[in-house]
């Protein structure tokens, strides 16, 4: 039995255990291509016009698998993984959109609920309901298979946490690469680093972010990301906070945000966020307003399904640029 | 203390409330352009458009004096549990000294919930405070009960505009009121007001009722939402919103063990499109087109602010539900970028497929 996965939104987040899940269960796994016109411009007829470019690819994917020979897509349905927190309503209504906007999908969908305490979502799929009763699978290897995915999922967040983008400590996780091949992004010649804040669907999906981790690595800047740091890193950041936002990853953004501020080794921040994001619009403002305080730059770069390269190739330039002279100022002590 | 509070819907009530604790009431005016000028210079430029209009009429209300503000947090997952964090950095940052009382829901914080309740209390007896809460929620059910016969008759007013002009007087009797014999003479007043516009007979088979459904403030706030009651109204349509303010106070400060209120119903029926609450009222939204439908309403207008996330997701499903259940459904996004004319065209446009429909039916 093949079970498609959708490569966009946690793809790059979960996609090991996801995988790893399935497979130990004896079926067979079908990702889509990364992102490509093609598959934007399918989700794009397919949702309606306002919705943010996420959305639209994710939905494009369905769409590809659909044409694809597999049995069940695999859409979860993300409703907390902290508690007394939520996921964006987008991510939490997801499976609903799909359903009632493509045509007899229902059947083909795989809709578990996920609701736990941590981000390691092990826990919720250790209920044999949670696939209502689409998938048949026994309890023992269902234990096997949830402890085996953990595990991988786990490693892959440490090596995560050294420095390696999702894609490259997914690799390095599975054996495919080995360490040495792989640079962390944290550890360029040039000595400069950025925060980069963003989700994992917008930062690591090339067409979306137009490859900006490649194009700052080509810079030969360092970069820094939300999941390289650890969890206590992110929870001191929130501690502090009367009220934090109640989106799990928009709040570890705005705490990676905090933490990049003060963190002596980051020379700036770039927000990458998607036209229309409800949850950026909030924190892109809060960190915007606190840049003056930490006296580090701060730029954010809004992306849609209209790409147009050159002014983000320009506009990243610029900013590293200014970094650099900065530092060398701050240097020669002017 | 100089206190004020987001302008949303019969601000009369909150106004009244505040008033009988002793405290110096400042009203935001209503939302105008300048309040939307304001709101949209001073916000994030993809924040929701509740928080821009909000954001605007508290500058409005700082200017007039206000001190403290009152509002409702949220816990999510839509975004206006977060508005005040935001508010309030911006306001800041802007050089407003300016304190906020913020509620969040009392099941979550007591201790701070009843913090709040101290600060406004202040020397007032718990019998006052009691006794105070409940004159305004019979005063907000009254009004409730007059607006709704208002949404009706204003569709089959011979003189046109006259129903508005009686509501807003009733709303300025039902401020002068402020004990439980002024608040009888107020709604006595108020019926009889509304008896006496001279209405045309319409064949109870020709009547056209329309139903809003949405995100609460869009739906609530007339002056942001172009008075779309007014509008349907003056086309000869009856209304009925999803949202009035003493459903909402039922629903919110009922125990979920004990409630049992006419939302929950609502819930109920939407049940079937959105298995779990996402936040906002995007639930609701589709369990209401459910419910209009099931009351034979002859159409639904869909209000959300441009980008709401929960709304977001019922807009996907409502063209499903239009083609399951039948019922026509118009979604306006409504954000600072007002073009009146061409929501204008859109609901007339609307109102003529019903009545096409209609007559189709009948003959």
Not at chain 1, 181 to 194: G, H, Y
Not at chain 1, 264 to 272: Q, R, Y
Not at chain 2, 45 to 69: H, R
């Amino acid at each position: 039995m093949k079970i498609g996965i959708p490569q966009s939104l946690l793809y790059e987040y979960y996609y090991l255990f996801w995988k790893t899940y399935f497979e130990e269960l004896g079926f067979e796994v079908v990702t889509t291509p990364p992102t490509t016109k093609g598959i934007i411009d399918k989700g794009v007829k397919l949702s309606v016009p306002e919705i943010c470019v996420p959305i639209k690819v994710y939905i494009g994917h369905v769409a590809t698998l659909l044409e694809e020979d597999v049995d069940y897509i695999f859409v979860p349905r993300f409703v907390s993984i902290k508690k007394g927190q939520f996921f964006c309503p987008k991510f939490m209504g997801l499976p609903d959109m799909l359903r009632y906007s493509i045509e007899g999908i229902e059947e083909k969908l795989l809709m578990p609920s996920i609701s736990t305490k941590s981000d390691n979502i092990a826990e919720a799929f250790k209920d044999p309901k949670l696939f209502q009763g689409k998938l048949n699978i026994g309890m023992k290897d269902n234990k096997r298979a949830v402890e085996k995915a953990e595990k991988i999922w786990l490693d892959f967040r440490t090596n995560s946490k050294k420095g390696y983008s999702c894609k490259e400590a997914a690799e390095i996780t599975v054996g495919n690469v080995g360490k040495e091949e792989c640079v962390p992004l944290n550890k360029e010649e040039v000595n400069l680093t950025i925060g980069l804040i963003g989700y994992v669907y917008n930062v690591y999906d090339a067409f979306i972010s137009m490859d900006i981790v490649n194009k700052l690595r080509n810079m030969g800047v360092s970069i820094k990301t939300f999941e390289m740091l650890e969890d206590d890193e992110i929870n001191k950041e929130l501690k502090d906070m009367s009220k934090t936002l109640f989106w799990t990853f928009s709040d570890k953004l705005l705490a990676a945000g905090y933490h990049f501020y003060k963190n002596e080794e980051v020379d700036g921040l770039i927000h990458v966020t998607a036209f229309g994001c409800g949850p950026d619009s909030m924190l892109g403002k809060l960190l915007e307003l606190d840049s003056p305080l930490y006296n580090k730059p701060f730029m954010t770069v809004r992306i849609d399904e209209h790409s147009g390269e050159n002014h983000l190739q320009t506009r990243i330039e610029a900013f590293v640029d200014m970094l650099k002279r900065k530092k060398i100022n701050v240097q020669r002590g002017a | 203390m100089k206190v004020s509070f987001p302008y949303m819907g019969t601000t009369v009530v909150y106004k009244k409330l505040l008033e009988l604790l002793g405290h110096e009431v400042i009203v935001p005016p209503k939302p105008s352009q300048r309040t939307i000028n304001l709101g949209v210079k001073y916000s994030p430029e993809f924040a929701c458009f509740p928080l821009k209009v909000i954001m605007g009429s508290y500058i409005e209300a700082i200017e007039k004096g206000a001190e403290v503000i009152i509002t409702s947090g949220g816990h999510g997952p839509c975004r206006a549990g977060f508005y005040e964090k935001v508010h309030s950095k911006i306001l800041q940052a802007e050089n407003h000294d300016v304190e906020f009382i913020v509620f969040d829901s009392m099941f979550r914080n007591f201790k701070g919930f009843f913090r709040n309740i101290y600060r406004i209390k202040q020397n007032n007896s718990w019998y006052k405070v009691s006794q105070s809460l409940l004159f305004v929620y019979n005063m907000i059910k009254k009004l409730d009960i007059l607006e709704k016969e208002v949404e009706t008759i204003r569709a089959y007013e011979i003189r046109k505009g006259e129903t508005t002009r009686a509501w807003e007087k009733i709303q300025d009797l039902f401020d002068k009121a402020s004990t439980k014999k002024e608040l009888e003479g107020a709604f006595n007043k108020g019926t009889q007001l509304l008896r006496e516009i001279k209405q045309e007979k319409v064949h109870d088979s020709n009547k056209i009722r329309i139903g809003i459904v949405g995100e609460i403030y869009v739906v609530m706030e007339a002056s942001i939402n172009m008075k779309i009651e007014e509008i349907l109204g003056s086309l000869g349509a009856e209304v009925e919103r999803s949202q009035y303010l003493s459903q909402w106070i039922n629903y919110n400060v009922t125990p979920k063990f004990i409630n049992r209120t006419h939302e929950m119903e609502i819930l109920k029926k939407g049940e079937k499109y959105i298995p779990i609450p996402i936040g906002g009222h995007a639930k609701q939204t589709v369990g209401h087109i459910v419910d209009f439908n099931e009351r034979g309403f002859d159409g639904v207008i869909h209000l959300m602010p441009f980008a709401c996330l929960p709304e977001l997701v019922s807009q996907s499903i409502i063209p499903k539900i239009t083609e399951e259940l039948g019922i026509p459904v118009l979604t306006l996004a409504i954000d600072e970028q007002a073009g009146t004319a061409n929501s204008l065209t859109r609901i007339e446009a609307f109102l003529d497929l019903i009545q096409g429909k209609k007559s189709k039916k009948i003959s």
